[in-house]
């Protein structure tokens, strides 16, 4: 017997992570970023606190994206001036990402954005069983 839709544990995420997106959604929109350009332009902002000036596939392994969706979102996020690639000395054919100085304003702004949404989505669950129950989720293996 099929479980009803109230039972099943994938019909649930699915809704919740539709509610999720629509929040992070209106959050970013007053800051101009769909949630995947945030994705990328905080994983670079925080690479680039750390040190780090990652290639396009450095990025997209941390951010879990697409490589070659990831090449499309960082030329829109470089024509607004938040992200700029440059070519690597030591390889050519690869681009080293830099967040402006827009960007780098920007990014923390929208960090706490989706921070604030993040803090009202899963505050009926506490923090630590979240992190735990997601963490496994998205790592099994680990």
């Known amino acids: 017997m099929p479980l009803s839709p109230g039972d099943s544990p994938g019909f649930l995420l699915w809704h919740a992570t539709l509610r999720w997106q629509r929040d992070i959604a209106t959050a970013l929109a007053p800051l101009d970023l769909t949630h995947v350009q945030f994705v990328?332009?905080?994983?670079?902002?925080?690479?680039?606190?750390?040190?780090?000036?990652?290639?396009?596939?450095?990025?997209?392994?941390?951010a879990g994206t697409d490589v070659k969706m990831t090449s499309q979102v960082l030329?829109?996020?470089?024509?607004?001036?938040?992200?700029?690639?440059?070519?690597?000395p030591a390889d050519?054919?690869?681009?080293?990402?830099?967040?402006?100085?827009?960007?780098?304003?920007?990014?923390?702004?929208?960090?706490?954005?989706v921070e604030h949404v993040d803090a009202q989505f899963f505050q009926p669950v506490p923090l630590d069983d979240a992190v735990a129950l997601l963490g496994r989720l998205a790592h099994p293996d680990t």
């Not at 030329?75 to 690597?88: Q, S, W």
């Not at 050519?92 to 954005?113: E, F, H, Y």
């Open 92 to 113: 050519t054919r690869a681009k080293r990402l830099r967040v402006t100085d827009t960007g780098a304003d920007l990014a923390p702004r929208a960090i706490a954005a």
């Open 75 to 88: 030329r829109i996020l470089e024509r607004k001036g938040l992200i700029e690639r440059e070519v690597d």
């Open 40 to 62: 990328l332009l905080a994983c670079t902002w925080w690479l680039n606190t750390q040190g780090e000036h990652p290639n396009q596939l450095a990025l997209a392994r941390q």
